[in-house]
């Protein structure tokens, strides 16, 4: 059974820096491409930065420069690490796996709150 644990999310200013992580389990976590999504109130659930399975990148124009994801194999683990916070990154955070593998067991997200 795929599930995913966020955690690390919180409150901070504009500008500030969090790093939240995911830790997974239920399936070969080193053998698939992960994500980090984000869902704001009154919005979709985007996607906003991917790692493969050899550590290859992309995120979205909305977040790069600014966002870095990673991964820990050992750990089944994948990290983002957030700077330069805006208040528009205000969202729950949310890991899963990539399309065509989406899993629809979604973890319960961590929240991130940017306000001064």
């Known amino acids: 059974q795929v599930q995913f644990v966020e955690s690390g999310g919180g409150l901070v200013q504009p500008g500030g820096s969090l790093r939240i992580s995911c830790a997974a389990s239920?399936?070969?976590?080193?053998?698939?491409?992960m994500g980090w999504y984000r869902q704001a109130p009154g919005k979709e659930r985007e996607l906003v930065a991917r790692?493969?399975?050899?550590?290859?990148?992309l995120y979205a124009d909305s977040v790069k420069g600014r966002f870095t994801i990673s991964r820990d194999n050992a750990k089944n683990t994948v990290y983002l690490q957030m700077n330069n916070l805006k208040f528009e990154d205000t969202a729950a955070y949310y890991c899963?796996?990539?399309?065509?593998?989406?899993?629809?067991?979604w973890g319960q997200g961590t929240q991130v709150t940017v306000s001064s």
């Open positions: 899963n796996l990539l399309a065509p593998f989406i899993s629809r067991s």
């Open positions: 239920g399936f070969i976590f080193s053998s698939f491409g």
């Open positions: 790692i493969t399975t050899t550590d290859g990148t």
